[in-house]
């Protein structure tokens, strides 16, 4: 099982998709895993100054960092032509 961060999600948190990638991340991956949630971020060099968010940062000693963005919903193409 995967070290949370927090370690359990807080109450105000309303995204389903959000709160099963959570749970989907702890019990599916093992405890090399440390999974961070609801990262800010300040960019640098070009981005200076820039402000972002993820709602999970992967971590892994040996493969590296994997940033997820979880969006919910049905997926769809809005096409312009």
């Not at 998709?17 to 800010?40: G, H, Q, W």
Request: with cysteine.
């Amino acid at each position: 099982m995967a070290k949370m961060i927090p370690d359990q999600l807080p109450e105000s948190i309303e995204s389903g998709a959000e709160r099963r990638c959570y749970d989907a991340l702890r019990t599916e991956l093992s405890d090399a895993f440390t999974i961070l949630y609801n990262v800010a971020w300040v960019g640098r060099g070009r981005y200076e100054g820039q402000q972002g968010q993820c709602d999970f940062l992967v971590l892994h000693p040996e493969h590296g960092a994997l940033v997820l963005e979880v969006k919910g919903g049905t997926p769809r193409r809005d096409a312009l032509w």
